[in-house]
């Protein structure tokens, strides 16, 4: 149901620029008015969010590892990137995994299977959501980063590289781009992940599929555009470099197709819905105090900044002087004689 819901929604959200622009002829409403203040909304909360989370003490150090930590016995082999010990490890391990989706990498799949009549459970390796994880986030970045062509002027040589080599396989006129099709075939199977596997099924809002679906819409109307209604591009240049330049054109070209405006308005509202949503891992990830702290609790003292000053810290060489009496009369083992 939850995967029906957020389908019902994004077919929601296609209608209202559908009849907004097609039927009302709100062109400007649609393409300049949602979008600012869109990315209005997401600028401030997306700032407020990650000052918020910034401005958090982090009073003990929690950093999560998965190998050997560093010991000064030389035949303990330290797992340097797994459970990093000095400051310049924790960065290549932050690197390694904004960069490579690194503990996405150790992701397993569980089975149980039957054996004389007893279950027995089975860990086995799953590299398909990394790969997926990864093509997909690639894919993103490098269609958001090709757009930056519509917003600046002149375009600068190093977007054309990247356009080149997206259009590399040379198929159609205009050029057909890999990461369009990276996109949708990555997508579509963390869809089909979250319907398909029933435990993942189980824990999936609509939360998870909503972003998914909107992000599905928002290529699917951009691969409409670009080879099938073959929009006006120089029109939709000059109303985006108005915008940016905050000196919006009036009217809006009339030559600009009604699909630039869905998939402007579907644009707009995955950047609005950012900063309350799952999405903002963006900057989390950066922020995450199991991630970006070094594993040095055996050699560097972390003191607790919420620390009382006025309470003073009582040892366990301390309790046992004060308690030694009672706890040989009770049996228990102390570190001193009497
Ligand atoms: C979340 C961000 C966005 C995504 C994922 C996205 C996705 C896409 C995709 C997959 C295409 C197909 C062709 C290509 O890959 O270049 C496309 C085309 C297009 N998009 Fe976007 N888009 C985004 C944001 C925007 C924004 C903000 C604008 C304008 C303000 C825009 C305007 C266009 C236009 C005009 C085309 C047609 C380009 C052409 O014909 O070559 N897109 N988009």
Redesign the pocket.
Known sequence: MNAIYSLVFVFALVLIPLFGVGAAQQTYFFGVCV?WTAFLIFLVFFTAKIIKWASRPVPFSIPTTAGQQWSNLDFIVHDKYDNPATTGQTWIRMILEVFAFRSLFRNTSMRVAMKDGKPIVGYFSAKWLWLFALMFHYA?FT??V??LR??LNPVPKVFEILETL?GLLQIGI?RL?L??MV?VAAVMFLLLRRVAVPTVRYISQVADYFPLLL?LA??A???Y???YA??D?VA??QL?LG?VTLHPVKPIPATIDIS?FI??FL?ST??FYFPFSKLMHLGGVFLSPTRNMPNDSRFVRHVNPWNDPNIKPHSYAAYEDDFRTPMIAAGLPVDKEA
Request: glycine letters at 2%; a positive charge; hydrophobic letters at 60%.
């Open positions: 979008p993103f269609i958001a090709r757009h519509l917003f997206d205009p781009y990461t369009d996109i992000i928002i290529a109307s951009g691969i555009m670009r080879y073959k929009v591009v939709i240049k985006i915008m630039f998939h402007l644009v995955l950047i």
